[in-house]
């Protein structure tokens, strides 16, 4: 039997779940304003996953560091190794915002991906 409490972050409301799930996942949430709290509650029980914002280093004078998220939700279990993938990588192009960075991080079927241009000068 699992009984839990957190936040859903679907929406602006931030409701209060409560979830309450037997050994055959039969689930029992409370709390929610809105039927994405329930879908919510589930997944965060069976599968948990999360959206990743970070930087990646560069080798740009005027831009030391990219700002790069996942262009879709990883599972939460795989996100320090994605860090740590991420962590080693350096941009020694200009990059444009979409631009992908790293394809199917981790087999995950996720990319990381620019949300800045990189600064075409360098001093120097």
């Known amino acids: 039997m699992i009984n839990r409490t957190f936040t859903c972050i679907v929406c602006p409301n931030g409701c209060k779940l409560n979830v309450t799930a037997s050994e055959d996942n039969a689930f029992i949430v409370t709390g929610n304003k809105c039927k994405k709290g329930i879908e919510f509650a589930e997944n965060e029980i069976l599968n948990p996953k ?8 560069t ?7 990219l700002p790069v998220r996942t262009d879709n939700e990883i599972p939460k279990e795989k996100v320090f190794e994605v860090m740590s993938i991420l962590r080693k990588t350096v941009i020694e192009k200009n990059i444009k915002v979409g631009d992908i960075i ?3 991080i981790s087999n995950t079927g996720v990319n990381v991906i620019a949300t800045m241009n990189t600064e075409e000068k360098r001093y120097g």
């Open 50 to 57: 999360r959206m990743l914002t970070t930087t990646v280093k």
């Open 59 to 65: 080798n740009f004078d005027l831009m030391p560091y």
């Open 102 to 104: 790293i394809e199917n």
